[in-house]
């Protein structure tokens, strides 16, 4: 083995000098040389990847460069490509995202495996190019750490190495005289190198789950009582329908939208809440301070701006948290600001009318969701939840800075990227049973779905079968004017085609509109609307 390496590496020092020779002249290249180029810098690519993975796990997960491209990608992108990407793939965008990289990352090293040996060193500078981009990507990202460039460092010097050594093994075998023995080497070096890459990748993964010692940090948390508890929830509140949402959503079935590739994994140990701005002083509340502040309860309805009518990014949970209002009053909020930009530890930020956080309303800084601490990835340990606006406006997770401000001074994450300023929640309601599409059988049946417009309340929901007369729905317990409320209607369901619309009536004494609008900028609304077959 010694041996053979020796003699491989005089081969090699002998042909570079030939290759050199050749490189004043054209390359004559069959289609196989290019395919075994192109080889060379996938494989250059995988090692490079999975051991700047590795490192990045060890050191800074949050450097990791997936992490970093996706992230900056997902900043950069414009709306109507988050629409596109939520409408497609669901809360699968993520993983979409992910095997989008790695395909365009795989072209572009492919590309540079060719051109390397086409002219030594133009596929280096692309491969060390994209690990110098991914070092540049983790330095700029918010809340970078000390180590954030080394990932993309790693990623650069491997690729270029990898690159480099794998092209001269193949400057031996080029031409239409291949050496059979240097071929099957190549191949050899080739395979071993991606190998070494996965398997980089994969002790990378262990290792980023070794690390997760938060998750046992919030397990062993105990959440304390709430001073204010919420009131159990009027049993008539559940409808307990096949098909129908429950009225409160389990935490494994919330709905989770946000920005970040990599859940932030905040220690509440090193976690503390900064309210600055146009205020009488700074307050700055550590989690010990916090825990000990008197925690009221409620139930609070969540909605995405970037639901569809008849969508699913909605749910209902009983937050445990301490009244932004208290904390506010504490800084002293002076009289011409009119907004809170409240901050992520990752740099998303939402702007929050100040009246929303300092009314009557329950706004809080939640700790607790259905009576656990909050799971991480909707904001552990610490998050934002307002009743009556849409999440990207209010509900920040892992947050840790409140600046009181004026809406003519600072702008939330996504107001830039074309969504509106405020965004108070519509007035809608949806229609779970029968699903859309469904075969059912004909006889007494039940129509039923959910209705909201949080802090507002509902009054009513109608029904309409076919473009007949509207006729109310039976409306459930609300909660409260906070949360959602389930409705049902007994339907003698004939054979043939039908088309099932509801609206829902608000407590002001609004109907819901007919008109269909997209999400953006500021909500879909619309009248739900389901086919269904009766047999
Ligand atoms: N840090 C952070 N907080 C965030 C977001 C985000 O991207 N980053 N997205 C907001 C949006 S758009 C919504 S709809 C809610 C969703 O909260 P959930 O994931 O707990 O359901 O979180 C909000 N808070
Ligand atoms: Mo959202």
Redesign the pocket.
């Known amino acids: 083995m010694g041996n053979s390496d020796e003699t491989g590496a005089n081969g090699a020092g002998t042909t570079r000098r030939g290759y050199s020779r050749m490189m004043t002249h054209a390359i004559r290249t069959t289609r196989g040389d290019r395919l075994r180029s192109a080889a060379a810098g996938l494989s250059a690519a995988v090692v490079a990847v999975g051991l700047a993975e590795l490192v990045a796990a060890v050191v800074e997960p949050s450097a990791s460069p997936f992490a970093v491209i996706g992230s900056g990608l997902i900043d950069l992108a414009p709306s109507w490509a988050k629409d596109t990407a939520i409408a497609l793939f669901g809360t699968g965008d993520k993983a979409a995202l992910i095997t989008g990289i790695a395909l365009v990352l795989a072209a572009l090293a492919a590309a540079a495996g060719i051109l390397e040996s086409w002219r030594s060193g133009v596929g280096a500078v692309i491969v060390g190019g994209l690990g110098a981009l991914t070092l540049v990507a983790a330095m700029i990202r918010p809340g970078a750490g000390p180590f954030a460039w080394l990932p993309g460092l790693v990623a650069a010097v491997v690729a270029v190495v990898a690159l480099r050594l794998l092209t001269r093994r193949l400057r031996p075998i080029a031409g239409f005289a291949p050496d059979h023995e240097d071929r099957r080497r190549f191949l050899l070096w080739t395979a071993g190198t991606a190998a070494a890459g996965l398997i980089a990748l994969a002790v990378g993964n262990v290792a980023r789950g070794a690390t997760r010692s938060i998750d046992a940090v919030r397990e062993a948390l105990h959440l304390p009582k709430a001073a204010a508890p919420a009131a159990a929830v009027p049993s008539a509140a559940e409808l307990a329908i096949p098909g129908l949402a429950p009225v409160v959503t389990p935490n494994t079935d919330?709905?989770?939208?946000?920005?970040?590739l990599i859940v932030p994994r905040v220690d509440p140990a090193d976690w503390s809440l900064r309210i600055h701005g146009m205020v009488d002083h700074e307050v700055t509340v550590t989690w010990d301070e916090l825990l000990a502040l008197p925690m009221t309860e409620s139930f609070v309805t969540?909605a995405?701006?970037s639901n569809e009518v008849g969508g699913s990014?909605i749910?209902n949970a009983r937050w445990l948290g301490h009244p932004v209002r208290e904390l506010l009053a504490r800084a002293g909020v002076r009289s011409d600001a009119d907004m809170v930009l409240s901050t992520?530890i990752?740099g998303?930020t939402?702007s929050t009318p100040l009246e929303a956080l300092t009314d009557d309303r329950d706004a809080l800084l939640a700790i607790g969701m259905n009576g656990e601490p909050l799971p991480i990835?909707?904001?552990f340990p610490v998050r934002m939840v307002v009743p009556g606006l849409?999440?990207?406006v209010s509900?920040?997770?892992?947050v840790t800075e409140l600046e009181v401000t004026r809406f003519d001074r600072a702008m939330g994450?996504w107001t830039p990227r074309g969504w509106s300023d405020h965004g108070p929640i519509k007035l809608q309601s949806r229609i779970d049973v029968p699903r859309g599409g469904r075969v059912i059988e004909a006889g007494d049946s039940v129509i039923a779905g959910m209705a909201w417009q949080q802090h507002v309340g509902i009054a009513g929901v109608e029904v309409r079968v076919d473009g007949g007369p509207w006729r109310s729905a039976d409306l459930a317990a609300p909660i409260s004017a906070d949360t959602w409320v389930q409705w049902s209607m007994p339907w003698a369901a004939e054979s043939g085609s039908h088309t099932i619309e509801c609206r829902a009536l608000s407590v002001d004494g609004d109907t819901q509109v007919e008109q269909q609008a997209p999400p953006a900028p500021d909500g879909a609304q619309g009248w739900h609307r389901v086919d269904v077959t009766v047999d």
């Open positions: 919330f709905y989770r939208i946000d920005t970040a969540l995405c701006v990014l749910g992520s990752d998303f939402a990835e909707h904001g849409y999440g990207y509900a920040t997770k892992w994450y």
